[in-house]
């Protein structure tokens, strides 16, 4: 983990079967993201993807909460364990709840009543752009990554400190 830290340009870990590879990885995940980088985790199967991002987010682990994961990918494919992290899963929950809570305010001040109205529109990318944004780790299949909106989009400000390969 300290040398793949270290490194300008890329680290190899290689392993067998069973011999600390996942956990490795997740442990040079939760270093970078301490350091402030962010991530983008892909792998050639949704398993090993989801595998990650299930031990990351397991309530379990102390430090799950300085993650905020985006998966990337078909729902279909994605593990029941993962799927509340899947993006457009995530973002109509995260979208259903701030509307809730805003037509719960009694008396919405106006910036709130704009966001309400920019929330009940059905193309508003509001919350989009905030869980896109905010995220520290993009995860998904090295295939289903391209369905990231920024990626798809060929966004120049896309920007990731780390890429880990999976499984490559």
């Known amino acids: 983990v300290r040398r ?19 956990t490795a990885i997740c ?9 402030g980088r962010r ?17 990351l987010m397991d309530p379990r682990n102390p430090r799950r909460d300085e993650v905020l994961p985006v998966r990337v990918g078909d729902a279909r494919n994605v593990s029941d364990r993962a799927q509340a992290w899947q993006f457009e899963r995530l973002r109509d929950t995260k979208r259903r709840e701030l ?15 704009a966001l309400l109205d920019a929330l009940e529109r059905p193309n508003c990318d509001a919350i989009d752009r905030i869980i896109l944004d905010s995220a520290n780790l993009v995860c ?22 780390l890429l880990l390969a999976d499984e490559a």
């Open 99 to 113: 509307r809730a809570w805003l037509r719960g305010v009694a008396a919405r001040t106006a910036p709130q009543q």
């Open 39 to 55: 991530v983008l985790l892909c792998a050639s199967t949704h398993v090993a993807v989801d595998n990650v991002l299930e031990r």
């Open 4 to 22: 793949a830290l270290g490194t300008p340009d890329f680290a190899v870990l290689e392993g067998p079967p069973c011999s600390g590879k996942t």
């Open 140 to 161: 998904g299949t090295t295939v289903g990554i391209l369905q990231h909106p920024d990626i798809r989009e060929h966004r120049d400000e896309l920007a990731f400190d």
């Open 27 to 35: 442990e040079l995940i939760l270093q970078a993201l301490r350091l």
